[in-house]
């Protein structure tokens, strides 16, 4: 593996120790010297920090921590990550995510570097405008790159909305992308990486309040 790629890899925590313990070591087990974010989303749990800070000390110069004091939720602490980061691209895995093989960064590499109208790359779905899955082709459909293992050009992201505290946090970001002409490139993310799905949410839910109810009635009403 390439150990100058022009990338970081973030993993954001709340509250599952065991989950990120695997996230992180499956991808120190095929990028030992890739740069590495890991934020921990205000937990207040001392094994997280353990964990985090276990990790930052196998891999010190690779490894930066970021805790925050409060839960900011996934879209915000993606946000906090693409302006805090130098590098040209940043990686995002889930924390429920467990790497299976190396090689899918170099690959997403390449394909972000063959156009600069290549903006996200990951596994694409495809979305209504409150962020609830639509099948490919449907009428009024929006492509999505669901952040469970997604790569984004830094530069064009702090060009375009912020990702946010919802339950595709980075629905208007993307939306936006599109709406100027960047491309959102599907790519194989289930031969690379195994998702567990809904490890945090399953734990503590979204917690997007009343504004989630309300996305979520409206959908509903086809509104």
């Known amino acids: 593996m390439r150990e100058d790629l022009p990338v970081t890899g973030v993993i954001i925590n709340y509250r599952t120790p065991d989950l990120v313990e695997r996230s992180i070591s499956t991808f ?9 974010l890991l934020i921990d989303n205000g937990s207040n749990d001392g094994h997280s920090v353990a ?24 879209g915000p602490a993606i946000d906090q990550a693409m302006r805090h980061a130098s590098t ?16 899918f960064i170099e690959r997403m590499l390449d394909q972000a570097a063959s156009s ?14 409150r962020g609830f899955d639509l099948p ?9 790159i669901r952040p469970i293992c997604m790569l984004l050009r830094r530069d064009t992201y702090v060009s375009l ?35 567990k799905g809904r490890g945090t949410a399953a734990r503590f839910g979204y917690q997007l309040g009343w504004r989630g ?5 409206l959908h509903k009403l086809g509104l």
């Open 51 to 74: 964990v985090l800070n276990e990790w930052k000390s196998r891999h010190p110069r690779q490894t930066e921590l970021l805790f925050n004091s409060k839960n900011l939720h996934h």
């Open 116 to 129: 600069p109208l290549h903006y996200a790359i990951g596994k694409r779905v495809w979305m209504d405008h």
């Open 213 to 217: 109810k309300l996305n979520y009635a």
């Open 28 to 36: 120190r087990s095929f990028y030992p010297n890739v740069s590495l």
């Open 136 to 144: 490919p082709g449907a009428q009024r459909a929006i492509p999505y």
């Open 161 to 195: 909305p912020k990702a946010r505290r919802h339950g595709t946090p980075c629905l208007a970001n993307l939306r936006e992308a599109v709406r100027r002409g960047y491309l959102l490139l599907d790519f194989p993310v289930e031969e690379y990486v195994r998702h």
């Open 88 to 103: 040209p691209f940043l990686l995002f895995l889930d924390s429920d995510c467990e790497v299976l093989k190396g090689g």
